[in-house]
């Protein structure tokens, strides 16, 4: 399948300069969302795995199911401000700003293999950001998913783990 097919790409969003990917059409389809985690678990299945992060916020679209098939929990990293209780806050560099994320401290990842996944990687801000989350309380990051990987970017040099992608975007 030619997922680029459901990928929308919209000029200057959210800031001037920024070709964002939409991936609402892909989301519209099912055979398209199907391909994704399907493809998804065909790489974690061989691991042993107890929770998929979610990153704020389309990186929950995927988690959720990923955990659901696979038997295993999900939880969210969010936005700062988003998520309510205690948490734990960390900032990070976007490609266009700075912004923060959080962790609820009430989750026990302590020697726990957790798998990131997003639907973009670009700089590696925020999935560097969510496994130094993760570590710090303890986690382990097994590795991370992305449905899309800006490659000129060299965003995969930022993380600690390896990233799988399914669609690669050089420009």
Request: proline letters at 2%; glycine letters at 8%.
């Amino acid at each position: 399948m030619k997922l680029k097919d459901y990928i929308e790409e919209i000029p200057d969003f959210p800031v001037k300069g920024i070709l964002f990917k939409d991936i609402s059409p892909l989301l519209a389809n099912f055979e398209a969302m199907n391909y994704v985690k399907t493809s998804f678990i065909d790489i974690i299945k061989s691991y042993n795995v107890d929770y998929i992060a979610g990153i704020d916020a389309r990186g929950f679209l995927f988690s959720t199911l990923l955990a659901d098939a696979l038997g295993v929990g999900s939880f969210m990293i969010r936005k700062e401000g988003k998520l309510p209780g205690k948490v734990m806050t960390k900032e990070y560099n976007l490609e266009y700003g700075t912004s923060k994320m959080s962790i609820k401290k009430n989750i026990n990842l302590k020697n726990k293999n957790t798998i990131l996944v997003d639907d973009l990687l670009a700089t590696g801000g925020t999935l560097k950001c969510a496994e130094d989350l993760i570590n710090i309380t303890g986690g382990n990051v097994l590795f991370s998913l992305a449905v899309i990987e800006l490659t000129n970017l060299n965003g995969y040099k930022n993380l600690n783990s390896k990233v799988y992608s399914l669609v690669k975007y050089d420009d």
